[in-house]
C-alpha cells in the first residue's frame, strides 16, 4: 500500500510534546500527525509509574503481538494509583551497544504504544520522528512502531544513511545492523549494534505482513539530498527542509560558526536550501520553518513544494503534550507581546544549535540557571568513545565536568551545557525529582515564529485545538 502524504505536516517535537493524542487529531483531520520517536521508552514507563490512570498504555499494551513482552514491561514499571508525586522515577537507562536486551524491549513496546495510540479510531497514516543523533534506540524502536502499522518515518538531527536499509529490513522482520559513533574507535573495533526481529518474537506467535512506510530525511541543504539519495541502500521517498528559523534543534551554519552581538549563530545565504536544484532531484519535500500561515502554505507549494511541516503552532495547542501551565504562560507572553526565542549555540549536548523560549521557571531563566547541577542519568545524548583499555565507554557535556574530562571529554566542548533529557521530560510533566529533592527545571522549544501564535487566539483565548490550526492554515 502506497501512503500519499498530505499538504501539511505536523512536526515531530520531542520529547513527547507531539503525543500520540496531538498525531492522532491531526490525522483524523486529514493531515499527517507525528508522533515523537524520542525518548519513548522513557515516556512510557514515566506514564506508567504515574498509574496510567486513564488506561491508555494498558489498552495499548494488552494489544501487543508479544504478551510476555508487554507484561514484562508492566511489571517493572507499572505502579497502581501512581507513585507518590514527590518521589523519583526509576531510572531507566541501559545504554550499551551488546547486550541490550531489555532495553531493546522496552523500546519495541513503547514505539509500538504511541503508534497504536495514534492510529486507533481513524484510518488514516500516522508518521514518526526520530533524531539520527540518538542512535541506539534507532532499530527496536522502528520495529516496535512497524508493528503498529506506522505510515511515514521522519529523520532530523544528523545525515540517516542508513535509515532506509534497516526500515526495509525490519518491514521483513530481517536482521539489521546500524552504525553507531564511536570517537576515536580503533579500526578492528565493531562499531556496529546488530538487532535481530527473530530474537523478540515469541513462541507461538505468527509475525504479520508489514507494510514499508515512507521514509523522509529532514534536510537543510540540497547537497545533502544528493548525498542521501546516492549513498542509502533503500529507498528514500522524499525530504522535509527545514529552514534556520525553525523550532527544536536547527543544522548549524556552513563554515565556522559566527556568533551576533547577543550571542546567536549568524546564518547567511549559504545555509539558504537551494530549492531549484532540490526540485531538479524530482522527489517531493516539505517546507519547514515559518510556514504556518495560509501565506506560508501557499509560498512553499508555489516554490514547488509538495507542502509544509509546522512545530510551533501544534506545540502550543490544548493537544500538544506540553503541560497546560507552560502552554498558557507562553500563550499569554505572545499575546502580551513579549514572546522571545534565542537561538541557544551551547545549551544542547547535541552541539546543534537549539531555540530557546524564554520563559520564568525554564532553562532560560538566569537564576534557576546559575543554581544548577550538571547531570546525565539518562544518556540519550551521550556520544560513545573508545576507551584505553579497548571497551566502548559514553560520556555527555551536561555530566559533571570533572567526570567528562576524566573520560577524555574535550573542556571546551562543557560551557552552558544543559541535560536537556531531563529538561525535556519535565515540559511535558514527567520531570524528574532529583537527589536534593528539587524537580528538574524545563525548556521550551519553539520556533521564532512563537510570537505570530496569537492569530489563533480568539478573543484572547489562551486555548486552541489542533483543528483550529489546521483551518488556519487551510485558510
Ligand atoms: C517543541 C518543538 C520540538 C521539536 N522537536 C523536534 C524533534 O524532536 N525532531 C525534529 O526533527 N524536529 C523537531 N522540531 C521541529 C519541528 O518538527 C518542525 O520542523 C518545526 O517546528 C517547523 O518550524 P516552525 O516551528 O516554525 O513551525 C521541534 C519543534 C518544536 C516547536
Given at each position: ?181 564511536v570517537h576515536g574507535a580503533l579500526?578492528?573495533t ?194 560513545a568513545y573508545q576507551r584505553d ?19 577524555g ?67
Amino acid at each position: 500500500m502506497n501512503i500519499s502524504i498530505p499538504k501539511i505536516i505536523q512536526g515531530g517535537m520531542g520529547i513527547g510534546v507531539s503525543n500520540w493524542r496531538l498525531a492522532k487529531a491531526v490525522s483524523k483531520l486529514g493531515e499527517l500527525g507525528v508522533v515523537s520517536g524520542t525518548a519513548l521508552d522513557q515516556v512510557l514507563v514515566r506514564r506508567l509509574q504515574d498509574g496510567d490512570l486513564a488506561g491508555d498504555m494498558r489498552r495499548a499494551l494488552a494489544s501487543f503481538l508479544f504478551p510476555k513482552m508487554a507484561q514484562r514491561v508492566l511489571d517493572a514499571f507499572f505502579v497502581e494509583g501512581g507513585k507518590e508525586s514527590d518521589s523519583p522515577y526509576k531510572i531507566f537507562n541501559v545504554m550499551s551497544l551488546k547486550n541490550s536486551k531489555w532495553f531493546d524491549e522496552v523500546c519495541i513496546v513503547a514505539n509500538y504504544v504511541e503508534i497504536f495510540l495514534a492510529r486507533e479510531g481513524h484510518s488514516n497514516p500516522v508518521g514518526i520522528n526520530y533524531l539520527e543523533k540518538i542512535q541506539l534506540p534507532h532499530m527496536p524502536s522502528i520495529y516496535g512502531a512497524l508493528l503498529a502499522g506506522v505510515g511515514v518515518v521522519i529523520v532530523g538531527a544528523g545525515i540517516p544513511l542508513e535509515f532506509s536499509n534497516v526500515i526495509e529490513c525490519l518491514v521483513n522482520h530481517e536482521q539489521s545492523e546500524y552504525t553507531i559513533n564511536v570517537h576515536g574507535a580503533l579500526p578492528e573495533t565493531d562499531c556496529k549494534k546488530y538487532f535481530n526481529p527473530a530474537d523478540y518474537i515469541e513462541e507461538g506467535v505468527s509475525v504479520p505482513e508489514l507494510n514499508r512506510p515512507r521514509f523522509l530525511p529532514i534536510i537543510s541543504a540540497d547537497s545533502l539530498a544528493t548525498m542521501l539519495l546516492r549513498k542509502s541502500e533503500g529507498t528514500v521517498d522524499g525530504f522535509v527542509v527545514e529552514t534556520s528559523i525553525a523550532g527544536g534543534h536547527n543544522a548549524p551554519p556552513r563554515g565556522k560558526m559566527t556568533l551576533s552581538e547577543s550571542g546567536e549563530p549568524i546564518y547567511g545565504t549559504r545555509d539558504v536550501c537551494n530549492l531549484e536544484k532540490l526540485r531538479k532531484i524530482g522527489k517531493p519535500f516539505w517546507l519547514a520553518g515559518g510556514f504556518g500561515s495560509p501565506e506560508g502554505l501557499k509560498k512553499a507549494l508555489d516554490k514547488g513544494a509538495s507542502g509544509i511541516q509546522v512545530g510551533t503552532d501544534f506545540a502550543l495547542c490544548m493537544e500538544s503534550g506540553m503541560t497546560t501551565e507552560l502552554r498558557h504562560k507562553l500563550v499569554q507572553l505572545a499575546l502580551d507581546d513579549k514572546a522571545k526565542v534565542f537561538t541557544d549555540p551551547q545549551v544542547s549536548p547535541a552541539g546543534f544549535p537549539f531555540k530557546v523560549a524564554q520563559i520564568e521557571g525554564s532553562v532560560s531563566d538566569k537564576v534557576l540557571d546559575s543554581k544548577r547541577k550538571k547531570i546525565c542519568d539518562m544518556g540519550y545524548l551521550r556520544t560513545a568513545y573508545q576507551r584505553d583499555d579497548g571497551k566502548i565507554g559514553w560520556r555527555c557535556p551536561a555530566e559533571p565536568d570533572a567526570a567528562f574530562i576524566a573520560k577524555g571529554g574535550n573542556p571546551d566542548n562543557i560551557a552552558g551545557r544543559t541535560c536537556v533529557c531531563n529538561s525535556l521530560l519535565a515540559t511535558i510533566g514527567l520531570g524528574q525529582t532529583l537527589r536534593d529533592g528539587s524537580k528538574s527545571v524545563p525548556v521550551v522549544t519553539l520556533g521564532d515564529d512563537f510570537p505570530k501564535v496569537t492569530h489563533l487566539c480568539k478573543d484572547g483565548s489562551l486555548d486552541y485545538t489542533a483543528e483550529d490550526v489546521i483551518k488556519y492554515i487551510r485558510g
